[in-house]
């Protein structure tokens, strides 16, 4: 019985018979000293790794043995090492190894390996994917490039992704039995030192042709061209950002500067137009010329020194300004800073209190009258009652003065705490101190008339000129005792600043009847989509709530033709609406008619 030996073959384990390892171990010995030391390191590898691909491909599994047949297969293919020398004078006359040692063996066989497919990457231009199907198919790379060229111009992408395809999935050919293979040339051991020998000829010649100051010098010229490339593309894209700067800048000063002599002019003109505006906002009495400039330089002067660092991009040999300059522009910015703070804060404080002055005015009802509310407007100043804005704005009255005029005018209906009804009119303005506001407040007109249970509210107030704007407003508190009934006319939608959760007023129409409750405002006529009383007083169960009162005669004949009247305002809007309705359906016919008879 044989012992048997493991052994590591080229990166392969194999069970091998104790007889065939001796053998197979003096082969290796023989062909060391074959070798030459050019390579010997290189070429065994080779070597081993063949002989392991030859052994792997005759057993059958991992527990088989390799014996004696076995490597004398391997030797017959890849022959003796005393049966050849390979050298530069008779490597001509040797041939191939194999067929040698089949003539000295007496034997005809000569063992050639499948061809396989390898990237070239020694001859590659991208992925040695062409080079190495031309070593497969035995064509010129030429031409297969050619061809791959042709294919992308034909169909557009689809050879590329043939290609990255090929390039991943096929392995390039590394060792010397894999380029064998490639080329489909014998692997045996002739033909592995033949082409290792070549290798080492050709990087032989290739280090004796290199000229290493010329190297050098190409170096140093490359990375000349490189750094002044890259300082050329450099000052190029600075000057371009310069050039932006200067042109964005300049614009930018020459419209503060055209700003400033526009307001200066606005501040010192006989009749200016813009004056009165400023005036009428300049609440803290500060010299406008003096606030203008302040604000032209706190702006100006950086966007100056943006346009001198642009230029001195654009232009690098450009003179510097004086240093002396610099600092009293400096200095200029940072007093321009500061009386820009002192501006603000003085202008600030004149709203930091609020004065008030409130007139009361009794309302001559009783529980069972309808009190009925309704703004009106002036038409010297507005073109009808819904023209609300709360901005101050400088008009004109009759007699050619000027005045604030605002709609800044709220409305709210409140609870009151007694048994009588009336309104309370607040005149607000803000100001450096109550007191003070209370003065401006007094300036502020308002007017509303009462006309028996008709209340009539102004939809603006009015201010002299002189008093400035100090955020001037009006407020109207209408107060009603419990039970009393109103109704919300015209343009108390545009007015009311009631709380929604205490007056919940409806927008649908202006008839809707009102009753102060004991928690909140009812409307005692409102029908929400389900047909039932929205929120009237008596559905919610409310203690001690009258019932409506009784309306005599003229009551019900006034609402009743209030209601004739907006049922037969719908009834119009509906007939205008079918009207336009049938003229569209009319000439939609007329057109298909049209369309129709051109028809053959």
């Excluded at 190495?132 to 050619?146: Q, T, V």
């Excluded at 791959?148 to 050879?159: C, N, R």
Aim: net charge negative; aromatic share 10%; proline share 3%.
């Amino acid at each position: 019985m044989n012992r048997t030996v493991s052994i590591n073959l080229g990166g392969m384990f194999f069970h091998i018979d104790e007889n065939a390892y001796q053998k197979l171990n003096r082969y290796f010995d023989a062909i060391r000293r074959s070798l030459s030391p050019d390579g010997k390191d290189e070429i065994m590898s080779d070597i081993e790794g063949r002989i392991a691909e030859l052994l792997s491909e005759k057993i059958k599994n991992d527990k088989q043995v390799v014996g004696m047949r076995e490597i004398d297969d391997v030797i017959t293919v890849m022959g003796e090492p005393e049966d050849y020398r390979i050298g530069e004078e008779n490597d001509a006359k040797t041939g191939s190894f194999s067929s040698s040692y089949a003539q000295a063996a007496g034997s005809t066989f000569e063992y050639y390996r499948t061809k396989k497919f390898y990237r070239d990457e020694e001859n590659a231009i991208i992925g040695g994917v062409c080079a190495g199907l031309g070593h497969y198919f035995r064509i010129e790379a030429l031409w297969i490039r050619i061809i791959f060229i042709l294919l992308l111009v034909a169909f557009v992408a689809t050879p590329g992704i043939v290609y990255l395809l090929l390039w991943m999935l096929i392995p390039p050919a590394v060792t010397t039995a894999e380029k064998l293979e490639m080329r489909g040339e014998p692997i045996n051991i002739s033909n592995i030192e033949k082409k290792v020998r070549e290798e080492f000829a050709q990087v032989n010649e290739r280090l004796k042709g290199v000229d290493y100051d010329k190297i050098n010098s190409n170096l140093k010229n490359g990375a000349d061209r490189v750094t002044s490339g890259a300082r050329t593309v450099v000052k190029g894209v600075a000057r371009v950002i310069g050039a932006i700067m200067v042109a964005i800048t300049g614009i930018w000063l020459g419209g503060l500067l055209v700003a400033l002599l526009i307001t200066l002019f606005a501040t010192t003109a006989v009749a200016p137009v813009w004056y009165p505006y400023i005036e009428a906002f300049n609440t803290s009495g500060s010299p406008i010329w003096l606030v203008c400039m302040a604000a032209f330089f706190v702006v100006a002067v950086p966007i100056l020194g943006f346009f001198l660092l642009g230029l001195r991009i654009l232009i690098p040999h450009i003179k510097p300004i004086n240093g002396y300059v610099t600092f009293i522009m400096i200095m200029l910015w940072i007093a321009s800073i500061a009386c820009c703070i002192y501006f603000g804060v003085n202008q600030s404080i004149q709203y930091r209190a609020e004065g008030k002055v409130t007139d009361r005015t009794e309302l001559k009802l009783t529980k069972n009258d309808t009190l009925k509310v309704r703004f009106r407007y002036n038409n010297e100043f507005a073109n009808d009652i819904y023209n609300h804005h709360s901005d101050i704005t400088i008009e004109e009255d009759t007699l050619g003065n000027q005045i604030l005029y605002s709609n800044d005018v709220r409305f709210y209906v409140m609870k009151a705490e007694g048994n009588k009804p009336y309104v309370q009119i607040d005149r607000v303005a803000d100001a450096n101190g109550k007191a003070e506001g209370r003065k401006i407040a007094q300036n502020i007109k308002y007017n509303f008339q009462v006309k028996g249970n008709e209340l009539i509210l102004d939809n603006y107030h009015i201010s002299p000129l002189d008093a400035k704007f100090h955020d001037q407003k009006v407020q109207i508190y209408l107060y009603l005792p419990e039970g009393y009934i109103f109704k919300a006319g015209d343009g108390v939608t545009e007015y009311d600043d009631t709380d929604n959760d205490f007056f919940n007023l409806w927008f649908d129409n202006q008839n809707h009847v009102y009753q102060m409750g004991e928690k909140k405002v009812y409307c005692l006529d409102c029908i929400n989509g389900d047909g039932e009383m929205e929120d009237a007083p008596w559905s919610e169960g409310e203690n001690n709530m009258p019932a409506p009162p009784a309306m005599s005669e003229n009551e019900m004949k006034q609402m009743n033709k209030e209601m004739l009247e907006q049922q037969a305002e719908e009834m119009k809007k509906q007939a205008e609406e079918m009207k336009k309705e049938a003229k569209n359906i009319a000439s939609e016919i007329k057109e298909n008619v049209k369309d129709n008879m051109k028809k053959p």
